[in-house]
């Protein structure tokens, strides 16, 4: 009489196996981790830029003399612009035509502690002198 005797799979095989799925799911969850940082990364620069956007276009729009609205920012947020000498001009562009001249207007969105979040420097022709 023949035994036929069923092909059956050793304890070793099994513990491989097992290795090799413990270690494939780490390395998906790391992936998925690092996902998860990129994604939160991205959106804190998304909403920093936002910021900073929202500040120089009503400084741009409004003026400098204009006081930005209450609901304007987040609460503890603030945008402070200011004047200053655009940046790599040559000598004689740097004298008043017509009463007016290149300047940049820098942007810097301070946070709740008033540390700086951003900033940004826009440059643009306004009527007085600067320097």
């Given at each position: 009489?023949?035994?036929?005797?069923?092909?059956?799979?050793?304890?070793?095989?099994?513990?491989?196996?097992?290795?090799?799925?413990?270690?494939?799911?780490?390395?998906?969850?790391?992936?998925?981790?690092?996902?998860?940082?990129?994604?939160?990364?991205?959106?804190?620069?998304?909403?920093?830029?936002?910021?900073?956007?929202?500040?120089?276009?009503?400084?741009?729009?409004?003026?400098?003399?204009?006081?930005?609205?209450?609901t304007f920012l987040p609460e503890g947020f603030s945008v402070v612009c200011e004047l200053v000498e655009a940046r790599?001009?040559?000598?004689?562009?740097?004298?008043?035509i017509g009463g007016k001249v290149l300047a940049g207007i820098k942007c810097t969105v301070l946070g709740v502690d008033?540390?700086?979040?951003?900033?940004?420097?826009?440059?643009?022709?306004?009527?007085?002198?600067?320097?």
């Amino acid at each position: 009489m023949v035994c036929i005797r069923k092909k059956t799979f050793t304890l070793l095989e099994v513990m491989v196996a097992a290795f090799i799925l413990g270690i494939s799911l780490v390395m998906v969850l790391q992936i998925l981790g690092t996902s998860r940082s990129r994604v939160l990364r991205s959106k804190h620069r998304w909403a920093r830029t936002h910021l900073l956007e929202q500040g120089l276009e009503f400084h741009l729009l409004a003026g400098p003399d204009e006081e930005y609205p209450d609901t304007f920012l987040p609460e503890g947020f603030s945008v402070v612009c200011e004047l200053v000498e655009a940046r790599e001009l040559p000598v004689y562009a740097r004298e008043p035509i017509g009463g007016k001249v290149l300047a940049g207007i820098k942007c810097t969105v301070l946070g709740v502690d008033n540390e700086e979040v951003d900033s940004f420097t826009v440059e643009k022709i306004v009527q007085q002198p600067l320097y």
